[in-house]
C-alpha cells in the first residue's frame, strides 16, 4: 500500500485564486511529521510546510496552510492568492521512525500550473 | 558551505561505466539521505545515514549501488557497471535531526545520463 498518496498529478488554478493540493497518508505511528516541498523546474527542493502529528493547530507560513485531518489521514495544501511563480511541482511528505531509523517518504506529486 | 553541495551537476556516462557521486551536506546535520528522482516521478529513497551509525540501505535498487560517508560529513554515492535505467536525478538532502521540525534541506541534485 502506498504510504504517501496524491490523487491529482496535475492541477490548474487561476491567479489569486486559492487552491487545494490533496494528500493522504498511511502510518500506524502515533508520533510522525508531515511535510509539504515545492519542485521549480529548476530542479531544486524547496521546504514549505511542516504538520506534526501532535499538533492540534493547523500548520500555516504566509500563504501556505496545511489543512490537517487526523482521522482523515489527510494533510492537504492549500495555497491562498495564488501567483505565476508558484507553478511547479508540489510533493507531500511523511516522516515515521521504521527499525530505529526516521524515513521521509514522498508522494508522486501534483503538477500546479497558475494561469495569468 | 550554506547549503547541501552536490557535485558534478551533470554525468554523462557510457553504460557498464562506474560513476561516483558526491554529497556534502550542511554543517552540523547528522542525517543525510540520498533519493533517485527519474524524470517527472516522485523521490524514490536510496539510503539513510545517522550519526556514526549503521546505515539504512534498504532503498538500494540493486547491488551495484553503494554510499559511504567519511566522518560524519561528505557522502559519496558510487553505481557500479551503469545501466540505462539508471538515469534519472540523485537528490542528497541533510537534516538536523535533534532539533526543529527536521525538515530535509536538498542539494540541487546530479543528473545522471547513461547512454
Known amino acids: 500500500a502506498q504510504k504517501i498518496t496524491q490523487t491529482q498529478p496535475g492541477m490548474f488554478v487561476q491567479e489569486k485564486e486559492a487552491v487545494t493540493l490533496d494528500c493522504t497518508y498511511d502510518?500506524?505511528?502515533?508520533?510522525?511529521?508531515l511535510f509539504w516541498y515545492k519542485q521549480p523546474s529548476s530542479g531544486e527542493m524547496i521546504f514549505l510546510i511542516y504538520?506534526?502529528?501532535?499538533?492540534?493547530q493547523n500548520a500555516t507560513e504566509g500563504r501556505y496552510s496545511l489543512n490537517f485531518q487526523k482521522a482523515r489521514k489527510s494533510a492537504n495544501l492549500v495555497i491562498s492568492a495564488s501567483q505565476l511563480g508558484d507553478s511547479a511541482m508540489y510533493f507531500c511528505?511523511?516522516?515515521?521512525?521504521?527499525?530505529?531509523?526516521?524515513?521521509?517518504?514522498f508522494g508522486t506529486g501534483t503538477r500546479l500550473k497558475v494561469l495569468a | 558551505g550554506a547549503g547541501v553541495s552536490q557535485s558534478p551537476s551533470n554525468k554523462v556516462t557510457e553504460k557498464g561505466k562506474d560513476v561516483e557521486l558526491r554529497c556534502d551536506p550542511i554543517?552540523?546535520?547528522?542525517?543525510l539521505y540520498w533519493y533517485r528522482q527519474s524524470l517527472g516521478q516522485g523521490l524514490e529513497f536510496l539510503i539513510y545515514?545517522?550519526?556514526?551509525?549503521?546505515?539504512?540501505k534498504s532503498g538500494l535498487p540493486s547491488d551495484r549501488f553503494s554510499a559511504e560517508r567519511t566522518g560524519g560529513s561528505v557522502s559519496t554515492l558510487t553505481i557500479q557497471r551503469t545501466q540505462q535505467e539508471d538515469s534519472a536525478v540523485y537528490l542528497c538532502?541533510?537534516?538536523?535531526?535533534?532539533?526543529?521540525?527536521?525538515?530535509?534541506?536538498f542539494g540541487e541534485g546530479s543528473r545522471l545520463t547513461v547512454l
Open positions: 538532502a541533510s537534516s538536523f535531526r535533534t532539533g526543529g521540525t527536521g525538515e530535509l534541506f
Open positions: 502510518t500506524s505511528d502515533q508520533s510522525y511529521g
Open positions: 504538520q506534526g502529528s501532535y499538533d492540534e
Open positions: 511528505a511523511m516522516r515515521e521512525k521504521s527499525s530505529g531509523t526516521y524515513k521521509y517518504i
Open positions: 554543517s552540523g546535520h547528522t542525517a
Open positions: 545515514f545517522q550519526g556514526n551509525s549503521a546505515p539504512d
